[in-house]
């Protein structure tokens, strides 16, 4: 996605959880302010709102594909994790679309409203899918392993 790379957080899986839904909330909010730019024609702040959330963004990806779906298709095989697997499939396109919005909100074009709505749509579903299915599946299936 980028030519930073970055590493799976060390911390407990629970509070990757906690983490995880936090930055959802974060990004929902850098979403919505960039969206409200956008809307008053404050392309440079619609940008820039949709640029702060790259890192994290970035962060997070690493986190679920390099801790959480490793540990869904460690328990379940890559058949009992397809469903999650398809929702994190969905991150590389969630990337390329915020680039694309920030990038026509930094040349006011005129599909910036529609590529906005697009954006925070498939956010939103995707957070939503990752928060009701994903996350509960892999807490219960870390909570099953043997640690030590």
Not at 25 to 41: S, Y
Not at 107 to 121: H, I, M, R, V, Y
Request: aromatic share 6%; proline share 3%; hydrophobic share 35%.
């Amino acid at each position: 996605m980028s030519e930073s790379w970055y590493l799976p957080r060390k911390i407990p899986f629970d509070d990757l959880i906690r983490v995880l839904v936090a930055e959802h909330n974060l990004m929902k909010e850098g979403l919505r302010r960039a969206k409200e730019a956008a809307e008053r024609n404050d392309f440079e702040g619609a940008s820039r709102a949709l640029k702060q959330l790259d890192r994290v963004f970035r962060q997070h990806i690493a986190d679920e594909e390099g801790q959480i779906i490793r540990l869904l298709v460690g328990e379940l095989g890559v058949k009992g994790a397809e469903d999650e697997i398809e929702v994190f499939r969905q991150h590389r396109p969630i990337y390329r679309l915020m680039q694309t919005v920030a990038e026509l909100a930094s040349k006011e074009e005129s599909e910036l409203g529609t590529e906005q709505a697009k954006l925070n749509d498939l956010f939103h579903d995707h957070a939503t899918a990752e928060e009701e299915r994903v996350f509960p599946k892999a807490l219960s299936c870390y909570e099953r392993r043997p640690h030590g």
